[in-house]
């Protein structure tokens, strides 16, 4: 794989995307919905009585801007693969000198980099909830990295998937529902395993049963909202601002309260371990396995064909 071979694919890819000119009203629709969001969502804290609701502004704006984004992105990669060898291109990139590698990475690329873009038309409503006070840059600056990082690996999970499958609509469904397993999957998957780990401790009739979330928080690690909330820098809470919310403080303090160790009493220990790193390495690692997956798919020549598919 070479920079220059990533480089013409991605351009190929990039131009195919721009022709068809529907980016222009997915892109202003995007910023219109956030819009509207975070003009209520400011309204709603200037009523409440805050002085400077940036925090939970941009709590907000980032929470809602995820999962948006989450529905957006699997579209751009899930059916970059079988598209086309449904329309006949793919066999025509494969007799090129671009390498399997560069073919899978060039896609990828240019996918995540229309990503990329959503999340810059959002910068003016970021720095807008900057402007209201209480956000530090360097929590933006974290914050809109991670999403970066996560969306790539939505998009290489949805390509790999494209890679696999035969036909472009199954594709994109099992790409919503990868996102599904990722976001509510894990909240289910934990709350179930809370529930079969717990601890008995004293003897009867002083029996006391306790919850062990210690031992499942990594089924929870994972999850996107979780992975950005909990790596988000906490602010400088206010003494005079009792109303203070902070949805990206609340979530990631929960996600950490998972880990709090549990003695053999049953007395929880209050720790501030991070979850974060364990969820974004999962979900890298992940994202690493779908492009290996999705190159070794698209060596050539095929061994076997799924049924009903042609070459070229």
């Known amino acids: 794989m070479t920079f220059d071979g990533v480089r013409t694919m991605a351009t190929h890819e990039f131009r195919l995307r721009l022709r068809a000119g529907r980016w222009r009203w997915m892109l202003g629709a995007w910023f ?4 509207a969001l975070t003009v209520v969502l400011r309204w709603a804290l200037l009523e409440s009585g805050q002085t400077e609701p ?21 579209a751009l990669t899930a059916q970059s693969v079988n598209g086309d060898r449904e329309r006949g291109v793919l066999a ?3 007799t090129t000198l671009l390498t399997p590698a560069e073919i899978a990475v060039g896609k990828l690329v240019a996918a995540w980099g229309v990503s990329l873009v959503f ?21 933006v600056a974290v914050c809109l990295g991670v999403t970066a990082l996560l969306l ?7 390509q790999c998937l494209s890679a696999l499958l035969a036909r472009s ?18 909240v289910i998957a934990f709350g179930l395993a809370v529930s079969v780990t717990q601890q008995t401790t004293g003897a009867a009739p002083f029996e006391n049963t306790q919850s062990r979330p210690d031992r499942v928080w990594w089924l929870l690690a994972p999850n996107p909202f979780v992975i950005v909330a909990d790596a988000a820098p906490r602010p400088a809470v206010r003494a005079d601002d009792v109303t203070q919310l902070d949805p990206l403080g609340e979530l990631g303090r929960a996600a950490r309260s998972a880990r709090w160790e549990v003695t053999d009493q049953g007395t929880q220990i209050a720790t501030d371990k991070a ?13 690493a396995g779908a492009v290996a997956l999705t190159t070794r798919r698209l060596k050539a020549p095929y061994a076997r064909l799924p049924k009903a598919v042609r070459v070229a």
């Open 54 to 74: 940036g925090t939970d502004m941009f709590g907000g704006l980032m929470l809602f801007m995820l999962g948006l984004a989450l529905l957006v992105v699997p």
């Open 169 to 186: 609509t199954t594709s994109a469904v099992l790409s919503y529902l990868a996102v599904f397993a990722l976001t509510v999957g894990t």
């Open 32 to 35: 219109a919905t956030l819009l």
């Open 92 to 94: 025509i990139l494969q």
């Open 119 to 139: 999340l810059v038309v959002s910068l003016p409503l970021v720095w807008w909830c900057i402007a209201e006070g209480g956000v530090s840059v360097t929590r």
């Open 152 to 158: 790539g690996v939505i998009c290489a999970i949805a």
């Open 275 to 287: 979850v974060w790193p364990y969820g974004l390495a999962a979900n890298l690692l992940l994202g």
